[in-house]
């Protein structure tokens, strides 16, 4: 086994955990729907975090030419991971039994936590490039739809209009899954 798989081992933990709880909170609204009003903004973003998710643990595999031998870069490494378990945390909502939730009152009461974090994830996630040995040619490349979608995201911190987060948040997932469809993934978050 080499060093980049015992280490993935370990990543695909931390991935899986946030894969976990992303999908728990949703088996969650799903079993209680008849309690939950206003899903779609709460949706819309979920469904964003599962593409991030996957996205970033593809993004993994080009970290396999790293000698992994320091506990700085194995830090720096699963930092992001660490802030995606993070990410599910503040975007799920806690829904106990026979408890009514307007999921649009709970995004936008949580709204600021969650894109905060996003913004520490994406800055996390290009944190670890520099390891690589074609970020000095590549780095302009790498970093183009992150700043894109801090900036967007950044933008929702500041309002809450309900026309502006929809209208983002239809802008990052038609985004992003336009990316994802036609550009190979390179790097943790090289959207």
């Given amino acids: 086994m080499s060093k980049f798989e015992f280490i993935m081992m370990f990543v695909s933990v931390v991935v899986a955990f946030a894969m976990a709880e992303l999908l728990m909170g949703w088996g969650k609204i799903i079993r209680g729907r008849h309690r939950v009003k206003h899903p779609w903004l709460m949706a819309g973003w979920s469904f964003w975090l599962l593409i991030i998710i996957t996205y970033h643990y593809l993004g993994f595999w080009e970290y396999q030419v790293y000698d992994f031998t320091k506990v700085a870069p194995m830090l720096l490494f699963l930092a992001a991971p660490i802030m995606m378990v993070l990410l599910t945390f503040a975007l799920t909502p806690e829904l106990r039994y026979f408890q009514r939730i307007d999921l649009e009152e709970h995004y936008f009461q949580t709204k600021n936590w969650f894109f905060c974090m996003v913004i520490i994830f994406l800055i996390l996630s290009?944190?670890?490039?520099?390891?690589?040995?074609?970020?000095?040619?590549?780095?302009?490349?790498?970093?183009?739809?992150?700043?894109?979608?801090?900036?967007?995201?950044?933008?929702?911190?500041?309002?809450?209009?309900?026309?502006?987060?929809?209208?983002?948040?239809?802008?990052?997932?038609?985004?992003?899954?336009?990316?994802?469809?036609?550009?190979?993934?390179?790097?943790?978050?090289?959207?």
């Avoid at 490349?141 to 209009?161: D, E, H, P, Y």
């Avoid at 983002?168 to 390179?186: K, R």
């Fill in 126 to 191: 290009r944190a670890s490039d520099p390891l690589l040995p074609d970020f000095a040619e590549t780095w302009m490349n790498r970093s183009l739809g992150t700043v894109l979608i801090i900036l967007s995201v950044v933008w929702l911190l500041f309002t809450n209009n309900r026309t502006i987060h929809y209208s983002l948040l239809i802008f990052n997932l038609a985004y992003l899954i336009l990316v994802s469809s036609l550009i190979p993934v390179t790097g943790l978050a090289s959207f």
